[in-house]
């Protein structure tokens, strides 16, 4: 069956791609359109060709899979080309997403219609690549630069409203869009047709504009390529003929297609899309999910039941009193409130989230819930307390999950009625914007609950992560790991400001002391006290001699840098370099590369571990651990990716 097919009504041709999933861009695809512009260009009977795709969506863009091997021609920016200049107009006509080489195409088409809900854009700088079918050179030509220059540096879609604003495409189809198609490419016959993009003139941009904005994505950017290239193929559409600036983006496609950046965002496309559906459990049917239930309101809890709002479940939170469900709801109600404020949600669908929320102390409320996350202060005693409670009142095949960050979760279900329903579920703070979820079963868990974990991922739109039961799982166990290294590198005697900067300089936001400070020293402190009270041999560290001096981070106004009231920049601290002067040894001087390999590496041998005691069942799932809950750079590819060269 081909993957391009067409159909003619009356004098309009309909030529349909159905290539699933996504309709991507593949040698066949490609060559069928240019086939079908041959085929319809010498038909006297046709006058307009609607181009449309099957399935969920319309053109996803070019097909990823194939960015691993030689590109095969017919090439994308040839079949744009063709389909431009084609003797009868070519009209688009968008449902789901045109994406990439996809909206290039629509691109090349004299109109673009599209469905209200659709979305259009350039994403090819998230994949670590530029537009590489023209799409720098004829956006420029259709809507405010400016506006191009977000989009295309961002990679960022717009929905179809917003398009139509720009400019970008030509009309919003309510109803039957194939038909509406048809009927458009009618009436557009009987008026004067649009140029083509490829022969408009480009805008006059001043060069300041380029030069200030050239400043801003690099500072946004942090050492990713991808969108200050793109920004330069958009100067260049706008300061040199056509053809001249199609070369131009060609080669820089080309150049970046080959470039380790954009593997490592295949990398982590790739793992990104595999994650939500495990291999062993395809088969598996997940329990339904109606409504939940959060004990426990503070920060983690909150934000666990607001993430479960967004995905539209009713949410019952439970508390200990009255006065606390009181501060659970208000911590709600101040997320929402933000979100509000970030223009993410509007007043009344944060009023619509919190009115989805009942409070309450009675956790006979929960006799018919099928999901229940406990997010209650972290120590086992105080967690067993509720998992009795919850043994006792919820229906036996009701989903019962901690959201514990460090106990074993086989000790908290500890004497658990049906202990094949009880799973680890651990959230990453805050649980209603971090996308990372780390799955935890225990060796009770059954394979239905272990899909619903899986399920519910998908549902909040979180990256999950299966990880077996070690001390602080996968993301936990390794920051413990990079952590110490970076001590380590201070006993040396490398600066503490240096092992930030470096960090910084790799593409994290924060070094690993700012972002302690930012998070309290005091966290992992008690950790290790609370380890040392158990008997377990805990070596005394750099940053316990700092929290037992008073020094918690920012909030007690100094941790691994002193602040000033009110100020948040770090500052080199002496009183640091005297508490920590006994245990410096001055060793070798490292440059900014050396501290980054040093602490990635250090990070990819903790992974390795990890790996073989099948905490983690592949690496590609530790670098979305990294990536989704410890800020590591995602055009790194993560600790594992980007080490996987170079670890001996
Ligand atoms: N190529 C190959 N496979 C793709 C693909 C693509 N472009 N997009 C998606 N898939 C697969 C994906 O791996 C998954 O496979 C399945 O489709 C469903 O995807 C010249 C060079 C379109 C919004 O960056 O953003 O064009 O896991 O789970 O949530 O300038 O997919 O089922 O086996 O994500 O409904 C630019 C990427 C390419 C868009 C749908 N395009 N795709 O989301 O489904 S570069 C993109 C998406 C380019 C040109 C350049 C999303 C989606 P599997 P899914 P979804």
Request: contains cysteine.
């Amino acid at each position: 069956m081909s993957v391009v097919t067409i159909a003619r009504e009356g004098n309009i041709a309909v030529v349909t791609i159905d290539n699933p999933p996504v309709n991507a861009l593949s040698q066949a695809v490609r060559q069928g359109l240019v086939d079908a512009v041959s085929e319809l260009d010498g038909d006297p009977d046709v006058s307009a060709v609607v181009l449309v795709c099957a399935g969920r969506t319309f053109i996803a863009g070019a097909d990823v899979s194939e960015f691993d091997k030689p590109p095969q021609p017919p090439h994308l920016p040839d079949v744009v080309s063709t389909i431009e200049l084609a003797a009868k107009p070519w009209i688009a006509a968008i449902h789901g997403s045109a994406l990439g080489g996809g909206f290039e195409v629509a691109l090349g088409c004299r109109f673009c219609l599209a469905t209200a809900d659709a979305s259009v854009g350039l994403p090819e700088v998230t994949l670590g690549i530029v537009p590489g079918a023209g799409g720098t050179v004829r956006m420029v030509r259709l809507a405010d630069v400016e506006a191009v220059v977000d989009l295309v540096t961002t990679g960022k879609p717009v929905r179809a409203p917003r398009a139509l604003e720009l400019g970008l495409i030509d009309r919003i189809i309510e109803g039957d869009l194939r038909a509406a198609a048809i009927a458009f490419a009618r009436d557009a016959l009987s008026r004067p047709l649009p140029q083509p993009l490829s022969l408009r003139p480009a805008p006059t941009v001043p060069v300041a504009f380029w030069v200030e904005t050239e400043a801003a994505v690099a500072k946004r950017a942090r050492g990713e390529v991808a969108p200050l290239r793109a920004l330069a193929c958009l100067r260049r559409a706008t300061e040199t003929d056509f053809a001249a600036a199609m070369q131009f983006e060609r080669a820089t496609f080309l150049e970046l297609r080959a470039s380790e950046q954009a593997a490592a965002l295949r990398h982590v496309f790739f793992a990104e899309r595999a994650a939500p559906r495990p291999a062993g459990l395809s088969g598996v049917q997940a329990l339904p999910l109606r409504n939940a239930a959060v004990i426990g309101g503070g920060t983690m809890g909150a934000g666990i039941a607001a993430a479960l709002r967004d995905a539209g479940l009713p949410v019952i939170l439970i508390e200990r009193d009255d006065a606390a469900v009181e501060r659970g709801i208000a911590n709600l109600r101040d997320i929402f409130a933000g979100a509000v404020k970030r223009g993410r949600l509007s007043e009344a669908a944060a009023e619509a989230r919190l009115a989805g929320v009942t409070g309450s102390t009675d956790y006979a409320a929960l006799a018919d819930t099928d999901l229940v996350i406990e997010a209650v202060f972290e120590e086992l005693l105080v967690k067993r307390q509720v998992f009795e409670q919850l043994g006792r009142v919820c229906r036996p095949d009701a989903v019962l999950a901690t959201n514990t960050s460090y106990l074993d979760p086989q000790a908290i279900a500890e004497g658990l009625p049906n202990p094949g329903r009880f799973i680890g579920l651990h959230f990453f703070s805050p649980a209603n914007v971090m996308r990372l979820l780390e799955i935890v079963p225990t060796p009770q868990t059954d394979d239905a609950t272990l899909a619903t974990g899986f399920a519910l991922a998908r549902m909040l739109g979180k990256v999950p992560v299966r990880a077996g039961i070690c001390e602080g799982f996968i993301g936990n166990r390794i920051l413990k790991r990079y952590r110490a290294e970076a001590e380590a590198l201070v006993g040396q005697g490398v600066a503490i400001a240096a092992v930030d900067a470096a960090m910084r300089g790799y593409g994290f936001a924060m070094g690993p002391f700012e972002a302690q400070d930012l998070g309290g020293l005091d966290i992992a402190f008690l950790q290790r006290e609370g380890a040392r009270a158990a008997g377990r041999d805990v070596p005394e560290t750099l940053g316990d001699i700092l929290v037992r001096a008073g020094r918690k981070g920012q909030k007690t106004g100094g941790g691994w840098y002193d602040y000033k009231p009110g100020d948040r920049r770090p500052v080199p601290s002496d009183e640091v370099t005297r508490l920590l002067g006994a245990r410096i040894e001055p060793g070798a001087a490292l440059d900014a590369e050396a501290i980054a390999d040093r602490l990635v590496g250090a990070m990819a041998r903790e992974g390795e571990a990890i790996l073989a005691e099948g905490i983690a069942e592949k690496a590609a799932d530790i670098d979305l651990v990294e990536i989704h809950g410890y800020g590591f750079p995602r055009w790194r590819g993560g600790p594992m990716f980007s080490t996987r060269s170079t670890l001996t």
